[in-house]
């Protein structure tokens, strides 16, 4: 079965540097999502995207943020400048179609840890 | 709006059965419910549309009353599999899905 991938599984990084989280969604898939999960809590909303540009953002999605599309299976996460309080798992989700009734497929999570 | 879940935990003994609610004060396109065991991503187990339909799967089913803006997931003769949290997800016209705060279902032997 199709499924979406992340890399890299944990990663570990000073605050203040650049980090990039990798996503390979599902081939045929159109709508990507970034969230977050900090440890403990619920999974939060980060960004939509669709037609190469962001449908919706979250309030959590400031100028550090960004995403790209840079060919036809990548779907990236960079944050520039990294502070403590971004550790969390983050996941990458994609879907099929628009709709109410296409599901969103999770990644198995980059596990981002600030020092 | 996050959607609002209860109970916070379950403890079960296998073959026992749960309801976990999901409830919205905001009018719902869908309502999505995934589980996630622990260190790992949510996995899709239904979607409910607004309609009032029910769904199932297995021995979990779920139901959606859009007049009440709630969705019910039951598990019925648990087990020890199901053990995780589930989470429901909201979806009120935007493609984002809004989670509660989860639903920890223990499943003991």
């Known amino acids: 079965e199709p499924e979406v991938t992340q890399t890299p599984s944990h990663q570990v990084t000073q605050m203040g540097q650049e980090v990039i989280l990798r996503c390979v969604p599902i081939?045929?898939?159109?709508?990507f999502y970034w969230y977050r999960q900090i440890l403990g809590q619920k999974v939060e909303f980060l960004v939509s995207?669709?037609?190469?540009?962001?449908?919706?953002k979250s309030e959590i999605f400031d100028d550090q943020f960004s995403v790209e599309r840079p060919d036809g299976s990548n779907f990236t996460l960079k944050i520039r400048s990294t502070k403590l309080e971004d550790s969390a798992m983050y996941f990458c989700a994609s879907k099929y179609g628009d709709g109410s009734n296409q599901p969103q497929h999770f990644g198995d999570g980059t596990r981002l840890s600030i020092l | 709006q996050q959607p609002v879940q209860s109970p916070q935990a379950v403890i079960l003994r296998e073959g026992e059965d749960a309801v976990i609610n999901c409830s919205s004060s905001k009018a719902l396109y869908s309502v999505h419910w995934y589980r996630q065991k622990h260190g790992e991503a949510p996995v899709f187990l239904m979607i409910l549309l607004k309609g009032g339909e029910q769904k199932g799967h297995e021995k979990i089913s779920a139901s959606f009353n859009e007049k009440k803006q709630q969705s019910s997931l039951y598990l019925t003769a648990s087990q020890l599999s199901y053990s995780g949290t589930y989470f429901c997800?909201?979806?009120?016209?935007?493609?984002?899905?809004?989670f509660g705060k989860g639903t920890k279902l223990t499943v003991n032997p």
């Open positions: 081939s045929n898939h159109l709508y």
């Open positions: 997800g909201t979806e009120g016209g935007s493609e984002k899905l809004v």
């Open positions: 995207f669709y037609n190469n540009e962001i449908s919706e």
